[in-house]
């Protein structure tokens, strides 16, 4: 292969040669393990989750530790959404961290006479950026 024909290398393009997620591929991925299907991704609209999370003042909230960590980040997170502006958080929180995404997953828990949907919350753990808010 000559100079002119070297191959240009992606930036999602780890040096292992593992290809990186965005953190759009990251969130829809979580949600197909979650069990959800591809009609009910693009009713919720990703690029709505996202555009959220990019809204926050501050996006990174600090290294998320434990389980109780990052109950407390996504409260702090919801307060600065302005989706969440006057509503209520139910709780006990749910709380799950996919391993393989390094993220944390935080979803309010509604009571059953509650109508609407659950907020939930996506915050990577090694740094604590908000990658969706709902």
Do not use: C
Not at 21 to 39: F, P, Y
Not at 85 to 114: A, C, Q, S, T
């Amino acid at each position: 292969m000559s100079s002119s024909q070297t191959p240009v290398v992606s930036s999602s393009v780890e040096s292992t040669g593992v290809t990186a997620k965005s953190d759009r591929q990251i969130v829809e991925a979580i949600l197909i393990d979650m069990g959800w299907n591809e009609i009910d991704i693009n009713i919720l609209d990703l690029d709505i989750v996202i555009g959220s999370a990019e809204k926050l003042t501050d996006r990174y909230l600090g290294r998320v530790t434990s389980e109780e960590d990052a109950r407390e980040k996504a409260e702090v997170a919801w307060l600065y959404t302005d989706e969440s502006k006057g509503i209520m958080h139910y709780k006990p929180f749910y709380v799950e961290f996919y391993d393989k995404y390094g993220v944390w997953f935080v979803e309010e828990r509604l009571p059953p006479n509650v109508p609407g949907e659950a907020a939930w919350i996506m915050i990577r753990g090694s740094n604590g950026k908000v990658l969706a808010v709902f």
